[in-house]
């Protein structure tokens, strides 16, 4: 029944991780579905691919900040 109304009335997100200042994941309230933000700033459903991708990113973002 969930997944009818993210079909009418499209998905409600919610933010689950902070990547990088550009780069979040998402998930939807309704149907749990995962996406997050591809590299032109679209959203794109959560892939294990992007989510490595996501966690090579964070890493990097972690360290670039304690160096400032």
Do not use: A, W
Request: charged share 30%.
């Amino acid at each position: 029944m969930k997944n009818i109304q993210c079909r009418v009335f499209g998905h409600y997100f919610l933010v689950t991780r902070h990547v990088t200042y550009h780069v979040k994941e998402f998930r939807c309230k309704n149907c749990n579905k995962e996406f997050t933000t591809s590299s032109t700033g679209n959203l794109t459903p959560l892939t294990p691919k992007f989510k490595e991708i996501n966690d090579v990113l964070d890493r990097i973002h972690q360290k670039r900040i304690e160096l400032d």
